[in-house]
């Protein structure tokens, strides 16, 4: 389509408007009236939501602030701080409460030196006034089992010198232990285990 034929399109829509120019005004009317409801309506609603994101960020600083106690960052981040060293503390406190046992790597520690002496004997006695070392001594027997070696298991119920650290390597001759008692001596220290 030219420029002439669009032109001339045009003028007579022009034409035709001006022969009836009441309805073609009242429709511009209501339809700007219609435009204009619609445009304020959107606006509203985007005013609405915005309110609601509003309220909602209040709502959570409050939270925040509540549960502060009005404390700043640094004062929450030092109180955080107390509380991780706190909560460190109890679960030390609660570890050295725990009957002592042997972990996975340090039966396997062990069973990497014992495993030298197969067939060998060892006897593991337990204390009866010591509670938290019968596990232990499970832990132990186990992994001299798990070395093949031949273990007697005992319980003393009293011991005239009790070894410091709950765990006593008892030889004849201290001076010259055997290769299958230097073999547990070792095994011992290499599960991290101290003894006497």
Excluded: C
């Excluded at 929450?76 to 991780?84: C, I, S």
């Excluded at 679960?91 to 042997?102: E, F, G, K, M």
């Amino acid at each position: 389509m030219d420029f002439e034929a669009w032109a001339q399109s045009v003028w007579s829509q022009f034409a035709a408007v001006a022969r009836v120019p009441i309805p073609f005004l009242a429709a511009l009317i209501v339809s700007w009236i219609v435009i204009r409801w619609h445009a304020r309506q959107q606006l509203r609603n985007r005013i609405g939501n915005l309110q609601v994101l509003a309220d909602l960020r209040d709502a959570q600083l409050q939270d925040y602030k509540d549960k502060l106690d009005g404390a700043s960052a640094d004062q929450a981040k030092a109180r955080m701080g107390a509380l991780e060293s706190r909560l460190y503390e109890v679960l030390a406190q609660v570890a050295a409460l725990a009957p002592r046992t042997l972990s996975d790597q340090q039966r396997r520690a062990a069973l990497a030196v014992l495993d030298r002496f197969r067939g060998s004997r060892v006897v593991v006695v337990s204390d009866a006034e010591a509670p938290d070392v019968k596990r232990l001594a499970e832990s132990l027997t186990a992994t001299f089992h798990g070395a093949a070696w031949h273990v007697e298991t005992g319980i003393a119920l009293e011991m005239e010198e009790r070894p410091a650290t709950g765990v006593g390597l008892l030889v004849a001759d201290p001076a010259r232990l055997t290769l299958p008692q230097q073999s547990i001596a070792e095994a011992l220290r290499d599960a991290g285990l101290a003894f006497d």
